[in-house]
């Protein structure tokens, strides 16, 4: 099981997620939708344990995330803060219909309420079941990049405008967690690449190619690929570097 392959397509959810911070005013939706991306890498972990359709991996990410969203914002409606109940799946479904509402009748960033909380956090835990899906249990990591890109389009549909200084921050971001992914599956791949041979009895299976040479350099050419990405994103207007941008 590739512990390390999981992690990274998590890590590049929440840092995907970054994108989402023009459109709400405070930061609790990030914690809730960074608590959402950890349950669905641990149940998309636990499926892969064993053999199962990748249809039921999905569906049982999903049902981890829908637990645990019922959990945190339905607990007093549910049969022991845990169990959904009609109650709790009515509560659920009124915030997002309250979330909906508020979303038409406010500008962003919109005030950060326990309704758009939730629909925040479970956009993000659906990117999140998703992206694990391809990366990790398809083998798949350059598609994974799809959803991870809904998140960046989210906020170019709105008229929100964060400034350019920090869309490169969060295009940094986003494309340094998109990189780590596919650096961590060529990194495996890598790794599993030809077969053992013992060569006399009795030899120690050796160990797998050591790619810390070929990992150093793919962070360098990724950290370049930031860098130009991110300067050609700046203002056209910005041409002297002594100059603040207006």
């Given at each position: 099981?590739?512990?390390?392959?999981?992690?990274?397509?998590?890590?590049?959810?929440?840092?995907?997620?970054?994108?989402?911070?023009?459109?709400?005013?405070?930061?609790?939706?990030?914690?809730?939708?960074?608590?959402?991306?950890?349950?669905?890498?641990?149940?998309?972990?636990?499926?892969?344990?064993?053999?199962?359709?990748?249809?039921?991996?999905?569906?049982?990410?999903?049902?981890?995330?829908?637990?645990?969203?019922?959990?945190?914002?339905?607990?007093?409606?549910?049969?022991?803060?845990?169990?959904?109940?009609?109650?709790?799946?009515?509560?659920?479904?009124?915030?997002?219909?309250?979330?909906?509402?508020?979303?038409?009748?406010?500008?962003?960033?919109?005030?950060?309420?326990?309704?758009?909380?939730?629909?925040?956090?479970?956009?993000?835990?659906?990117?999140?079941?998703?992206?694990?899906?391809?990366?990790?249990?398809?083998?798949?990591?350059?598609?994974?990049?799809?959803?991870?890109?809904?998140?960046?389009s989210v906020p170019l549909t709105t008229i929100a405008n964060p400034g350019w200084f920090s869309e490169v921050v969060v295009f940094s971001l986003?494309?340094?967690?998109?990189?780590?992914?596919?650096?961590?599956?060529?990194?495996?791949?890598?790794?599993?690449?030809?077969?053992?041979?013992?060569?006399?009895?009795?030899?120690?299976?050796?160990?797998?190619?050591?790619?810390?040479?070929?990992?150093?350099?793919?962070?360098?050419?990724?950290?370049?690929?930031?860098?130009?990405?991110?300067?050609?994103?700046?203002?056209?207007?910005?041409?002297?570097?002594?100059?603040?941008?207006?």
């Open positions: 099981m590739n512990h390390r392959l999981t992690v990274a397509a998590a890590a590049a959810t929440a840092l995907a997620s970054v994108a989402l911070y023009p459109l709400i005013s405070t930061t609790g939706w990030f914690f809730a939708g960074l608590l959402a991306v950890i349950v669905v890498a641990a149940v998309g972990t636990l499926t892969r344990l064993r053999p199962l359709p990748v249809i039921v991996c999905l569906l049982a990410a999903l049902a981890g995330l829908f637990l645990y969203l019922n959990v945190l914002f339905a607990g007093p409606q549910s049969f022991y803060w845990l169990v959904p109940t009609p109650a709790s799946l009515g509560h659920l479904l009124l915030m997002v219909g309250l979330a909906n509402s508020e979303t038409t009748r406010f500008a962003p960033p919109v005030p950060g309420t326990n309704e758009i909380a939730l629909l925040a956090a479970g956009g993000i835990g659906i990117i999140a079941a998703v992206t694990d899906l391809l990366a990790v249990r398809l083998r798949r990591p350059a598609i994974a990049g799809l959803p991870l890109l809904v998140l960046f986003g494309i340094a967690g998109y990189l780590a992914l596919l650096s961590a599956d060529g990194r495996e791949r890598v790794r599993l690449w030809g077969r053992v041979v013992h060569t006399w009895p009795g030899q120690r299976e050796p160990r797998g190619p050591d790619t810390r040479q070929l990992t150093a350099a793919g962070r360098r050419v990724g950290f370049a690929a930031v860098a130009v990405a991110a300067a050609t994103a700046m203002p056209a207007h910005c041409r002297c570097p002594t100059r603040w941008c207006r």
